[in-house]
C-alpha cells in the first residue's frame, strides 16, 4: 500500500511539474500559422490524435531541441 502511494505522489508530481513547463512555455513560445512553432497535424488514421497532441507539446519540442543532430 505505501509503495502504491509512493507511485501515485511520484506520477501526481511529474504530471503537475509537466503542466507547469507546459503553460509556462505557451506563454514564451506562441504558436505561429506557418514555421517552427506551427502546430503538427497528422492526416488521418487512429493514432492521429494521439500524435498531434505529443507533437505540439512546447516541453516535448524543448528536450528535443537539445538532441544533437549530425
Known amino acids: 500500500m505505501l509503495a502504491l502511494l509512493a507511485v501515485l505522489d511520484l506520477v ?3 504530471g503537475s511539474a ?4 507546459e503553460r509556462a512555455l505557451r506563454r514564451t513560445r506562441r504558436q505561429t500559422r506557418y514555421g517552427r512553432y506551427a ?6 488514421g487512429r493514432i492521429a490524435a494521439p500524435l498531434n497532441g505529443a507533437a505540439n507539446r512546447r516541453m516535448l519540442r524543448m528536450l528535443c ?6
Open 12 to 14: 501526481l508530481s511529474i
Open 18 to 21: 509537466t503542466w507547469v513547463v
Open 39 to 44: 502546430p503538427w497535424i497528422h492526416p488521418r
Open 65 to 70: 531541441e537539445r538532441i544533437p543532430h549530425e
